[in-house]
């Protein structure tokens, strides 16, 4: 099993609607979980952070932690076109400071 | 601009060459990382400094690599003798001191420095 887990994609959603991102993870990875957008050709931006089991919201996005069932996940509300990107999945490894990424969901807002 | 500054951004080099890359953090940070990245893969840990020491290091990293953060500021990652292999993007990342991240750790990211090798 990878450490983070990201279905690859592309997932497609009409704009205005909710677009659903979901990350599982091991058991090496805790405590801290981030959303990273990335554009074709840039580098990762930091959208989201969650270390506490629940729902965090931000302006259009939520991130919601289960750490029971070791999965993350991230809404975005009234999908716009500029939110078509690849969103990478992190997590904190275990008693370490480094963070351990999944492979990424390409999302394509269709208008 | 108080963020994250690579250079060079784009670099080209025949195999077999050396290449360096530098990367400045944002100020007040004093972790500071590096990660590769390649086509259709999430970035990959190469390795971590806090403050001047180099606390770990990934396996991946062989020994053609070579990284330094001599005065605790800017950091540079040499590539020795390099590989077709080694064509990725290079990010480097950096984040607050462990007293005031906390659990959050939180890392932002430079623009990369994306080696081709020839």
């Known amino acids: 099993q990878k450490e983070v887990e990201q279905n690859s994609g592309p997932l497609s959603v009409p704009e205005g609607a909710i677009a659903s991102l979901n990350c599982t993870y091991s058991?090496?990875?805790?405590?801290?979980f981030f959303w990273y957008r990335q554009y074709s050709g840039k580098s990762p931006e930091l959208i989201m952070s969650i270390y506490s089991n629940g729902d965090k919201e931000d302006g259009r996005f939520t991130a919601q932690l289960n750490k029971a069932s070791q999965y993350v996940s991230l809404l975005i509300r009234d999908s716009q076109p500029s939110d078509s990107a690849t969103y990478l999945c992190a997590g904190r490894y275990s008693s370490a400071s480094k963070i351990i990424f999944g492979s990424g969901t390409r999302l394509s807002i269709r208008p | 601009d108080t963020g994250v500054s690579q250079d060079p951004r784009h670099k080209i080099t025949k195999r077999g060459q050396n290449v360096t890359f530098r990367c400045d953090p944002i100020s007040e940070h004093n972790r500071l990382y590096w990660y590769r990245q390649t086509l259709g893969q999430g970035p990959e840990f190469l390795t971590y400094f806090q403050n001047e020491a180099q606390l770990e290091k990934s396996r991946l990293l062989s020994d053609r690599f070579s990284a330094e953060r001599p005065k605790g500021s800017f950091s540079t990652l040499e590539i020795q003798r390099t590989e077709q292999g080694d064509s990725a993007m290079y990010l480097c990342?950096?984040?607050?001191?462990?007293?005031?991240?906390?659990?959050?750790?939180?890392?932002?990211f430079g623009p990369g420095t994306r080696l081709t090798v020839l």
């Open positions: 058991d090496r990875v805790s405590q801290s």
């Open positions: 990342a950096s984040s607050l001191p462990p007293r005031l991240a906390g659990v959050r750790n939180e890392q932002f």
